[in-house]
């Protein structure tokens, strides 16, 4: 099968893709023939070696849209099963970048009804980070959220979820995307500096560090998605980092709010597995609003 690879870092042109055998599954797994899956800017990132692996071949992908193929001992799946998952993993041989992945079978969801395999593969990366993040600030309904990045894919599902919840949630992102943050759920929106210190919670969803720290009230709570990236402690906020963790059955609740309209998957543009260089030299462009998405 062919699968994208790197077998040194560097920019897109480090990004390969290899023949290599197609992997089996062990006890509880599943095989998944790969649909689509999204490119994330994680996966740049193990790409240029921000994560470590040197001399090592390094498999790209995490997200996955799929149908179950075969499966290994105590696995619940069925052949044929329509599904999505997280493939979890800085430094692995196979991503999901690749006509076949195998992974946990408690990683898997049913696919979601209302879209189709390129759009599904957006969400599992992305809205669980979302999710997961949110579940550590442990707002309740009416208490009120800063989420940077608000039009960006982690910050979008976390606008569309926390306002799901009842959180009073403003975003926060460049000026031009006012009106799409707002259709997202966001009760107010803010460009630029963060001047406003009374936020019960922020989800730092752009990475801004110390900046969102700042819209946070005293005894607040911070969030970042990058672990072991948030800032120090002040005024009693406390901060913290999600690791994202595959979860299916947490997945399979956020299958469901897409079906249910809940939440809105974001394609930017698709390509074929083979040109999954050009598709990371599009993502190290900027700009991309929504996921690229490879398909085999």
Known sequence: ??????????????????????????????????????????????????????????GLGWDVAGTVDAVGVASSWRVGDEVVALDYGMVKPLGTHAEYVVVDTDAAALAPATVDAVRAATLPLNALTAVQALDRLELAPGQSLLVTGAAGAVGGYAVQLAAHRGIAVTGLARAGDEAFVRSLGAERFVSGAVTDGGFDAVLDAA?????????????????????????????????????????????????????EGVLTTRVAETFALEDAAKAHARLDGGGVRGRLVLVP
Do not use: W
């Open 207 to 259: 990475v801004l560090g110390e900046p969102a720290l700042a819209g946070v009230r005293d005894g607040g709570r911070y969030i970042g998605v990058i672990p072991q990236a948030e800032p120090a402690s002040v005024r009693g906020v406390r901060t913290g980092a999600v690791e994202v963790s595959a979860d299916g059955a947490r997945l399979a609740e956020l299958v469901r709010l897409v079906d």
């Open 1 to 58: 099968m062919r699968a994208v690879v790197v077998n040194s870092f560097g920019g897109p042109e480090a990004v390969e893709v290899v023949e290599t055998a197609v992997p089996e599954p062990g006890a509880r797994e599943v095989r998944i023939k790969v649909a689509a899956a999204s490119l994330n800017p994680v996966d740049a990132g193990v790409r240029s070696g921000v994560f470590g692996g040197a001399g090592k071949r390094i």
